[in-house]
C-alpha cells in the first residue's frame, strides 16, 4: 500500500524545517516521554510519518493509513490488542481527527493495564488558539453537538479535522472520560507564538533564534496566562 502524499509531504517538510523539529522536540516530544515508561508497551495512534519514532524507538505505530513506520494498520475505534496489555496509547495532533472518539476510548479503557495512559498532544481552542484555528488555520474549529461520536457529520471528512474537539473531549468532558473508565492526571497549554512562527508543515519559518527565544519567554510564563495564549496542550488521561 502506497502512503498518502500529505505524508510524504510532511517528511520532506520535516527534513527541510530545523526550527520545526526543535519545536516538535521539546516541547512535544519531551513532554510525552515525561510520563512515558520507556519499558512499557507503548503505542502511538495516528503516526502519519512516524516522527515520534526518533525519541521512541520501542514505540509501536500505528495508523489507519500506511507510513514509513507503520508497524501495523490500525482503526483507532477498532484497536486490536489484549485486554490490559498496554501501558500508554500516545497520539500527536490525531483525536481532533476521530470521527467517533468515544469509540476510541472505550477501546483503550479496554486495552490498557490498570493506572496504563492516553497521552494526547492536540491543539489548543483556548481564547488566542480559538482565533486561530477559526480564521487562519486550514482546519476547522467549532462546536459539535456530539463531540465523542459522530463528531463529523454531512459531507465533513475526518481528515478535515476540528481543533474544538480534542476542548470538547479531553477539558470540558471530565465526567464523560469518568465513564469511559479515566481521570486527568495532568493537563497544560504551550506554544503560542513559539509555534507559530515555525510555520507548521508550511514551507516558510522564522529563523531558528527567533524560535528558541520565544521558547525561553514562553517557558518562564504561568498555566493560566498559557491556558489563554496556548494554541497546543499536553493531556495526560490514567485508567481508573
Request: with cysteine; charged share 20%.
Amino acid at each position: 500500500m502506497d502512503q498518502p502524499s500529505w505524508i510524504s509531504t510532511h517528511i520532506q517538510r520535516w527534513g527541510q524545517k530545523p526550527q520545526l523539529r526543535y519545536f516538535y522536540k521539546q516541547e512535544i516530544f519531551r513532554r510525552i516521554l515525561a510520563f512515558s515508561d520507556p519499558a512499557g508497551v507503548l503505542v502511538e495512534i495516528g503516526s502519519g510519518p512516524g516522527f515520534l519514532k526518533s525519541a521512541m524507538p520501542n514505540l509501536i505505530c500505528t495508523d489507519i493509513e500506511n507510513g514509513p513506520t507503520i508497524d501495523c494498520l490500525v482503526d483507532a475505534t477498532q484497536l486490536p490488542f489484549k485486554n490490559n496489555s498496554v501501558d500508554a496509547f500516545i497520539g500527536v495532533d490525531v483525536l481532533h481527527h476521530f470521527d467517533q472518539p468515544g469509540d476510541f476510548f472505550k477501546m483503550a479503557s479496554r486495552s490498557l493495564k490498570p493506572g496504563g495512559r492516553v497521552i494526547f498532544a492536540e491543539p489548543w481552542a483556548g481564547s488566542f488558539g480559538y482565533l486561530f484555528y477559526r480564521f487562519v488555520h486550514h482546519e476547522d474549529c467549532a462546536r459539535v453537538e456530539t463531540p465523542f461520536g459522530l463528531a463529523f457529520t454531512g459531507d465533513k471528512s475526518p481528515m478535515d479535522g476540528n481543533a474544538m474537539i480534542a476542548r470538547q473531549c479531553l477539558v470540558e468532558s471530565e465526567m464523560q472520560l469518568r465513564s469511559y473508565g479515566f481521570k486527568t492526571m495532568h493537563r497544560s497549554f504551550f506554544g503560542c507564538f513559539s509555534y507559530l512562527l515555525t510555520g507548521g508543515f508550511q514551507p516558510w519559518s522564522a529563523p531558528m533564534q527567533v524560535i528558541k527565544l520565544l521558547l525561553k519567554i514562553e517557558k518562564l510564563l504561568p498555566q493560566p496566562l498559557m491556558r489563554i495564549i496556548g494554541v497546543r496542550m499536553m493531556i495526560v488521561l490514567e485508567k481508573i
